[in-house]
């Protein structure tokens, strides 16, 4: 089981919100028509950078069926599901599996820690619960237990676990993953899940990313791929310098605050920006986007 080049560069949508914080469906068709006449290779919505700790079941599924029913098979599709045990993420596989979703994406389960052996008997689980439906592995250390890379490297003796998003941005540890999976899995696929270190991701071995820049500034990262293919290193280099300050705008706020408002300086309709210190981050980056790009 393999993942092809349809789904390499990853857009990780926001979801956008009114006043009352209820999910803005208009909002998140508007997003998905955009992405699907975008640069992106495929679309990932509720995601951590989606919110979806903040979604129930019910809210979820409301926006991956939107997406689907927006995408109508333009763009590859990738479901978050993202949960607190085997039995919860089996329900939303389950659930996008019927919408024509291409894969999920997993990680290990938030609020308790686990140990290593408990990591790779949860995988195990939702693999063997997903029948033949590609799973991609999440590792986001700071919001639940990592992946290790003696886990990491058991787990891809599992045919439908197909590819894993790192989340670190430590490179070193990226650049070994690489070589495991190539040497063990040459058909499996690594992902950065940062911006910032895309260039050098792909330069350890990386097959593609799974980014919130990927939805808001496709341009920018289909070129850094552009360029990295046709071995245009030091072009590559300097586009994914270019997007630094913006990120660092979007880093300075509680995470995803930061994305959020960069969706919405690039036309989303959602409520975010109103504390003064948004205010001046969200103003800053439209100033930005105006002048640099």
Do not use: W
Not at 111 to 138: H, N, R, S, W
Not at 278 to 286: L, M, N
Request: charge should be negative; proline fraction near 5%; charged fraction near 25%.
């Amino acid at each position: 089981m393999k993942l092809d080049q349809n789904f390499r560069m990853v857009a990780v949508t926001v979801t956008p919100f009114d006043e009352n914080e209820k999910v803005r469906i208009d909002a998140v068709i508007k997003q998905t028509e955009e992405i699907c006449n975008s640069e992106a290779d495929a679309i990932l919505p509720v995601a951590s950078t989606g919110d979806y700790v903040k979604l129930d079941l019910h809210e979820r599924a409301e926006v991956f069926k939107a997406v689907a029913e927006t995408n109508k098979g333009r763009k590859k599709l990738i479901a978050s599901a993202c949960d607190t045990s085997a039995k919860r993420v089996l329900q939303t596989i389950a659930a996008v599996k019927e919408m024509g979703y291409d894969a999920c994406l997993v990680c290990p389960p938030y609020y308790y820690p686990l140990t290593q052996p408990a990591v790779y008997d949860f995988f195990k689980e939702v693999c063997a619960g997903a029948g033949d439906f590609p799973v991609i592995g999440y590792h986001v250390p700071f919001f639940t237990t990592g992946i290790e890379i003696p886990t990491f490297e058991k787990l891809l003796e599992i045919p439908n676990f197909v590819g894993m998003k790192d989340s670190s941005a430590v490179m070193k540890r990226i650049a070994h993953l690489c070589e495991i999976a190539k040497a063990k899995r040459p058909d499996f696929a690594m992902y950065t899940g940062t911006d910032d270190c895309l260039f050098p991701a792909l330069c350890a071995g990386c097959f593609g990313s799974m980014t919130a820049l990927a939805a808001t500034m496709p341009k920018q990262i289909r070129a850094i791929y552009d360029a990295f293919d046709a071995r245009k290193m030091d072009e590559a280099m300097a586009i994914n310098q270019s997007i630094l300050p913006i990120i660092r705008q979007c880093d300075s706020l509680t995470f995803p605050v930061g994305y959020k408002l960069l969706a919405k300086a690039q036309g989303l309709d959602t409520y975010e920006g109103e504390k003064d210190e948004e205010k001046a981050v969200y103003e800053t980056i439209q100033k930005m986007l105006k002048e640099d790009f």
